[in-house]
């Protein structure tokens, strides 16, 4: 059977996963490599920052959301590319090593030229952008989501499933929560400010969310209604730990 390995399950990662899955079905295994089981919806870090929402609301878990991929938690370090190899962290790491200095020029199809077999998309990836002819696509998860998704559709189609065609996507604007009742939006070329910007803003960003989208929607509408809470009680891990000090007091 054939396998596909997917390196990190970021915007770009999970949605090439998910592609995949959907195109070929039972007949090839996806398996995706990355260091957490879970995927994390960055764009909304800010709002667990300022404490509107619960930081399990964007992480999202991967075996539930992608119940047909085989996950092999691990950070890569070594591709062996002539041998179709990755090799993860825990494994000795005595074999070549190759880097790779910022992104990966890849083909308008995401695929990676003179290496058969190897595709990139997403922040790691300097994608043609072929609405505005000799750029490349910006670093967003706008993009990241979308390549995701065309590079699991084309590696299907390099397995004989569907078609391969080349990642277009015209920018469809931006959206940035500013805090409080602010925000600022274009979409689609439309300028907003204020509170209309940040409906819209939250809006898409809880549309292009993976999952807990209701947990995330009550978390915001209790901070809306009630305020920060300001004490949290949490698991301290590893080097956080302090010690409890047994001595007897003087
Ligand atoms: C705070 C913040 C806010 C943002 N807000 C927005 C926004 O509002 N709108 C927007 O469009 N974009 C936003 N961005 C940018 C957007 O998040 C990125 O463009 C997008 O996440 C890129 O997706 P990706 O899959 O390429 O990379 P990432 O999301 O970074 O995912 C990479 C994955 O690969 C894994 N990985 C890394 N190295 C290894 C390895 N060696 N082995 C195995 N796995 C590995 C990582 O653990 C991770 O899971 C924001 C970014 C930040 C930091």
Redesign the pocket.
């Known amino acids: 059977m054939t396998r596909i390995v997917v390196?990190?399950?970021?915007?770009?990662?999970f949605n090439a996963a998910r592609a995949l899955c959907r195109q070929l079905g039972d007949s090839a295994e996806v398996v995706l490599?990355?260091?957490?089981d879970y995927f994390?919806y960055?764009?909304l870090?800010?709002e667990v920052a300022a404490g509107i929402l619960d930081p399990r609301r964007v992480a999202v878990s991967l075996p539930g959301a992608l119940p047909d991929v085989r996950l092999a938690p691990?950070?890569?370090?070594t591709v062996d590319l002539p041998g179709k190899a990755v090799t993860y962290q825990d494994v000795d790491g005595h074999d070549r090593t190759v880097t790779y200095h910022g992104r990966l020029m890849v083909e308008p199809d995401l695929s990676v030229p003179g290496q058969p077999g190897l595709w990139a998309c997403?922040?790691?990836a300097a994608v043609p952008d072929l609405t505005r002819p000799g750029e490349v696509t910006a670093?967003?998860?706008?993009h990241?989501q979308r390549q995701g998704a065309r590079v699991g559709k084309n590696i299907a189609a390099a397995l004989g499933r569907g078609k391969r065609k080349p990642y277009r996507h015209r920018n469809l604007g931006f959206?940035v929560d500013l805090g409080g009742f602010d925000g600022a939006a274009d979409p689609l070329g439309v300028p907003l400010g204020g509170f209309p910007a940040k409906v819209v803003t939250r809006g898409y960003h809880l549309s292009a969310m993976p999952g807990n989208r209701v947990r995330t929607a009550i978390d915001r509408a209790e901070h809306a209604t009630l305020g920060a809470q300001t004490q949290r009680l949490d698991l301290v891990r590893g080097k956080q730990v302090i010690p409890l000090d047994t001595d007897p007091p003087n």
Do not use: I, K, Y
Request: overall charge negative.
């Open positions: 390196v990190g399950a970021g915007s770009a990662g490599v990355n260091p957490s994390l960055v764009p870090l800010p691990g950070t890569v370090h997403g922040d790691a670093m967003t998860a706008q990241a959206v």
